[in-house]
Every structure is written in C-alpha cells, then in structure tokens.
C-alpha cells in the first residue's frame, strides 16, 4: 500500500475499516476544557506532551487552538516544533529539558523553555548569543518536587543573573506540585508558602514579575490559591481523575473510548487449551470468541483483564497475544461475531473507565492513556 492508498481509507475512515480503535469525542474534550477554564478563572495551558495523553498531539492542539487554549505545554522540543508545523500559533512552553543545541530551533520559532540551573542557563546564554537573539525562559522552582529546579535558596539569586543576562528573557516562573492529589494538604500547602515567599523576594528586589504558574489538574481543583497566573491542566483536560481520592468537577468527562471487535466464535470441548502456553484450558463446553486487540496495542499481558459485550462486563482467557486475545462467551450467548467490543469506555449504561484499567495493573490512569499503542487508529468525533 502506498502513502496515497493509506490518505483514501483515512479520508473515508468510519469504525468499521478498524480491528482495534480509539474513540476521541472532540466535544468533550472542548467542554472539559471550558469547564477547566470557569473553575480555574485563569488561562488554562492544555498538556499535550505524549501524543496530547494519547489522544493525537495534532487533533487535540488544533481543535483547543480553535476553543480559545493561548498557551500549549510539552514536554519535549520535538513536540514543540510539531505544533508550529501544524499551525499552532499561540505560545508553546517545554516543560522538560532541552538541550542547548536546541536554542536556534526554539528562538527560530518562537518556543518558551524551561530553565532549572546555572549550568543551563549559561550555556543557553552561549547559543543565544551566537544567534544575537534572546531565548525565552520560564524559570523552575523546586518547591518540593525533587525533580527538575533551582532550590529555593539560590532562586532570587538565578532569577537576577537571568533579567541580567541580554539573550535570555524571562517571560515566567513556575514551580510543581509534587501532592496535589493526595488527601493531606499539607505538603502542597508548604510548596505554596514557598513559592509566595520567592514571589516576595522577586517584588523586592524589584526585578519584573513574570507570568507565574503553578497548578497541574490537581492543584487547580483542590488549590484555588495556587492558580497565579495560568493553570497546566493535562488529565483533567482528558477527563481522567487524577487520583483515586479526586473527584472531577461536574461537566467534565473522559474524551477517549478504547474499542475493538468480536472477530471469531468457537465452541470449544471440555479440556481445550487456550492461547499461547495453554495456561487456561476449557472446563467445560465453551463458547471462545476472539477479539481483535492485544498487547501491541497496550493491552497488557496479564489475566483477569475484562471488557465490554453488549453492557456486560466479560473475562479474557488465556494469554493476552499481540493482536488479539480470547474471551470467554458462556454467559453472553447472544453475542455475535462484529460486535463491539468496550476495552475502556461506556456501553449500554455500563463502564470500565481508566482508573478502573489502573487500579486492576497496579498503576495510574495516566500510563493507561499514554500507554495506548500509537499503531491505534485515532477516530475523531464531532470535530470544528
Ligand atoms: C510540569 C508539569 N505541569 C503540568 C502537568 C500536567 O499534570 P496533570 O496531567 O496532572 O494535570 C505535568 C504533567 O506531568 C507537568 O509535568
């Protein structure tokens, strides 16, 4: 198949040309984010760093661009020139770390990097310099994450050398949460204190104040004091809690559907093995039926993964393939082969939401979404 063949399927894509798609309602995404901007009171910066959560970096930037998002936040400069490639004109900040080298890149198009120590500041200095231009710069505090971040007590100090230094502009600082989500407040309060305290110092030693943010998801909705300037919002944006403890404001819900297909049944005898290693064999009559998804998809591959038939909630048997998986039917005799199957998502008033996905592989509903393979077709739902 050549390019121009793959453009024709997508151009005349529905669910039926898929073993195995992703479902993205762009309303919801749309009303999520307006719901995200009403609480938040501030400009919200969507997170679209990995593939926008999994949902498509393009689709997702483009369709927030249209609902109003000034601000787009990533984690790598390679995602950062996509989005100027793709015509996403308001600011972009990277989130991560940049590599010197890549000062032409984000100077020639007009993207914001973060800065955390001396050392790169300098350097960053250097390439700036060569070019006669400045680099926009937002600052990192390390409040109390651990990760990237100038501590505390050298800030003020850093915050200077950068408004001192001609080819760099500080444009913001920011700091992140390390406990938004966790039930005791008390840490994320500390980095709060912390931060003003830095804001202070900034005042007085009459340097201009950036634009200051602070807030992922979990800090907008349970932190209204730490909202600044702008909100980064990534899995609420999404729809997703981002902990098991948070609920998520009212009108916000999740914009991704997993979804596959009933491909195969089969009867199979008493004593039949199943799958790969035959570590289920049949007890009795069964009623087998293969689905099209597995773990080249992200399904992972470990037992007492269930899915969706016809609202009910079936177990998969045997061992998780890379392209498909087996189920076990018995008490659904009315499924059929082409029957949708839910692997995340809501059907006939029945769900299995990623937290649900999350909690049964002993993680968290980001790695869920993140993790979904990037082979998945992308089916994008009631789009500007
Ligand atoms: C610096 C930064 N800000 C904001 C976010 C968005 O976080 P969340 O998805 O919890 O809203 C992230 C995501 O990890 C991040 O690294």
Aim: with cysteine; net charge negative; charged share 20%.
């Amino acid at each position: 198949m050549n390019k121009g063949d793959l453009a024709f399927i997508l151009n005349r894509m529905t669910i039926d040309n898929f073993g195995t798609w992703l479902e993205i309602d762009l309303q919801t995404l749309r009303t999520n984010y307006k719901r995200l901007t009403e609480i938040a009171g501030v400009p919200v910066m969507p997170v679209v760093k990995a593939n926008a959560y999994g949902h498509g970096l393009e689709r997702v930037a483009l369709e927030l661009q249209i609902a109003g998002a000034k601000w787009f936040g990533v984690a790598r400069v390679e995602e950062a020139l996509f989005l100027r490639e793709i015509g996403i004109s308001g600011h972009i900040l990277v989130l991560g770390y940049t590599p010197p080298t890549r000062v032409a890149h984000a100077i020639n198009h007009d993207i914001s990097l973060t800065v955390y120590d001396f050392d790169v500041a300098r350097e960053y200095v250097v390439h700036a310099k060569g070019m006669n231009q400045a680099v926009n710069l937002h600052a990192k505090i390390d409040t109390g994450m651990g990760r990237l971040g100038i501590m505390p007590a050298e800030a003020p100090h850093f915050l200077e050398f950068i408004q001192n230094s001609q080819c760099l502009n500080l444009e913001g600082i920011f700091t992140h949460f390390a406990c938004a989500d966790e039930p005791d407040k008390g840490t994320t309060n500390l980095q709060i204190n912390q931060f003003d305290h830095i804001l202070g110092l900034v005042q007085q030693l009459d340097l201009r104040m950036p634009l200051v943010h602070s807030a992922n998801s979990a800090g907008t909705i349970n932190f209204p004091q730490a909202r600044f300037d702008l909100v980064r919002a990534g899995i609420a944006l999404y729809g997703h809690p981002p902990a098991q403890g948070t609920n998520l404001p009212a009108g916000i819900s999740p914009a991704i559907a997993w979804k596959t297909r009933l491909i195969s049944i089969k009867e199979l005898p008493p004593g039949h093995g199943v799958s790969y290693g035959h570590r289920y064999h049949t007890e009795q009559n069964e009623r087998i039926g293969v689905i099209a998804v597995g773990y080249g998809d992200g399904l992972r591959r470990r037992s007492g993964n269930q899915v969706l038939i016809q609202g009910k909630r079936v177990n998969i048997v045997g061992t998780v393939c890379m392209d498909q998986c087996m189920v076990q039917l018995n008490d659904l005799p009315e499924a059929q082969i082409g029957d949708e199957v839910v692997i995340m998502g809501k059907q006939n008033g029945a769900e299995i939401s990623a937290t649900d996905i999350a909690n049964e592989w002993g993680t968290i509903n980001y790695e869920i979404i993140c993790g979904l393979a990037a082979r998945m077709p992308r089916y994008y739902l009631n789009g500007k």
